[in-house]
């Protein structure tokens, strides 16, 4: 039979608290393999590869990886519906260049996913770049924190 300072001693004697996983960060569910623009591509050879890709978008660079905009389908068909129509949709000869957004938001590769998905939400993008010293070292898309906010 158990007393009553048994019955008290089980009561005050706690279970080890269980760790909190740690929350993802962009450096863990970026995309590293990425397929980038530069501002001199020709338009349609960038719409041909996010067609191919069968991606919405994706970073420009120059040629030290440095962000310098990004690239959208949104920025594709502005130029579209913005051209002349004189028997082609797009005039030729548009560079990424001309119709890239310039200020894009980034995130850092430390952004935990908390603060990814209010980015996402305050700027009303698909995809934020992730830069580190400046340098384009990944992405992450609004799917990539979807996947993973579900399986946590």
Same mark, same amino acid.
């Given at each position: 039979m158990? $007393? =009553?300072r048994d019955a008290i001693r089980a009561g005050m004697e706690t279970s080890t608290p269980s760790?909190?996983?740690?929350?993802?960060?962009?450096a863990?569910? =970026?995309?590293r393999d990425?397929? $980038?623009?530069r501002p001199g591509d020709d338009v349609r050879t960038a719409i041909a590869l996010l067609l191919r890709h069968r991606i919405s978008g994706?970073?420009?660079m120059n040629e030290r990886r440095q962000l310098v905009g990004t690239?959208?389908?949104g920025d594709c068909l502005r130029a579209i519906s913005a051209g002349e129509y004189d028997g082609e949709p797009m005039n030729t000869g548009r560079l990424v260049g001309d119709l890239m957004n310039r200020e894009p938001p980034t995130i850092a590769p430390s952004t935990d996913i908390y603060a990814i $998905?209010? $980015?996402?939400?305050?700027n009303d993008v698909r995809r934020l770049?992730?830069?580190d010293a400046g340098i384009v070292v990944g992405q992450v898309s609004r799917r990539d924190v979807l996947r993973v906010i579900s399986a946590m």
């Open positions: 158990e $007393t =009553m760790k909190k996983a740690p929350v993802p960060t962009a863990d569910i =970026m995309t990425l397929v $980038t623009f994706g970073p420009v690239l959208s389908e $998905t209010q $980015t996402f939400v305050q770049p992730v830069v």
